[in-house]
């Protein structure tokens, strides 16, 4: 604790500077006695006294309020029910619901240990194979854009991390123009951009009536927005709606962003984990790609390659012309070195070994097809039970149609509560579930915490 400290010197009656010592405000520190004076038959003590005042430098710091996903793991950890289901934070579990490590990850580890490789720094932009594998991943390796050198790839600190680093280019280059978020969108976009200082306002996305998407809301705040306005857009498995437009959709989409000389902005942090292929998945930015468009995508490699705490994955640009690439990616590492000097290495290799290796790249993609294939059986094991165990015939497809590993339930705020209070069932106070955190065994369980949760609760 830091601590104001005053020195004065005061002349008292030594017993009455005892009795200063316990008031617990005033701390007194005694300096050095100067002298002992006699007066009237009393000995006083002259002192300099340097009085420490217990305040803090932090008095103005205000509590922050749990983070809405990661804080509710942080409520789940400290429930002692057996009943307990955390469907909060987007993590894959197995069926027992423990944590997975991919067989793939585990095997190049061991090769990267046995190859004695060092912990020098790796350069700003990351690892050179890194970002040659992660830019054919998502856009395929033929792709023209990577030939012709348009790509302006740089290794960041998973999706979070890339997102903040776009963020910040964009608050530098284009300090006028504001970022489009949909409405909803994960909660974390809207503190990125805050925190970079770019403006952000939402774009219509999801309709409660129909709990799917409202396209023509969306397609219309697109085109009222300024022109040369960023549109944030997820890659696939929108997050927290699991509501994806369809390829036509995506084409008009597209088509309302060129015309209004937008800049797309895609955030990619579930490829290949929603629909369980890698080139499904990227299908929309592809497109984008196709059209000519430049355009920023950030990566993620948590869910696919279950590499949460390693925090790799990447910023890419896309550009019109290599030699605006090569501008764009020299301002980026130029923001990054001051956030951050140069990022973590080992995840960057367990991504480049994978994917360079045509043995263990097929392999990823078979554990990142169970992986999917486990959260489609749970979503729809938790659909047939709802169906079964709901007498009042409500329509519960939406849980189908949705994609991804979270599902949409349109639970309310109260109802969220329901299903924690009173069913031990942790999850975010928008309705979000994850199904990546549940198993068979308990969708039985999590339908009867829903329909109590829906039909009782208002
Ligand atoms: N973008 C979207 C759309 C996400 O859902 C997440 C993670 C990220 C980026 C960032 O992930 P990364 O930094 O680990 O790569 N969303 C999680 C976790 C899974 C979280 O909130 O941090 C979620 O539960 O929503």
New binding site residues.
Partial sequence: MASNVASVAISAPSASLASLRGNPKQRIGFGKKHADLLFKGKVFTRVSMAVTVNSSHFEGVTMAPPDP??GVSEAFKADTSDLKLNL????YRTEELQPYVLNVVKKVEKLMLEGGENKEYLPIEGLAAFNKATADLLLGADNPVIKEGRVATVQGL????S?RVAAAFIQRYFPDSKVLISSPT???HRNIFNDASVPWSEYRYYDPRTVGLDFDGMVTDIKAAPDGSFVLL?GCAH??TGIDPTPEQWEKIADVIQEKNHIPFF?V?YQGFASGSLDEDAFSVRLFVKRGMELFV?Q?Y??NLGL?AE?I?ATNVVCSSSEAAVRVKSQLKRLARPMYSNPPVHGARIVANVVGDPNLFSEWKEEMEIMAGRIKNVRQRLYENLIQKDKTGKDWSFILKQIGMFSYTGLNKAQSDNMTNKWHVYMTKDGRI?LAGLSLAKCEYLADAIIDSFHNVS
Wanted: hydrophobic content about 30%; cysteine-free; proline content about 4%.
């Fill in positions: 996903i990661l909060g934070v987007g993590a998973s999706g979070t991390g997102l994960w909660g974390n997820h997050n927290p955030d942090a950030a993620s948590s869910k949460y925090r994955g994850s």
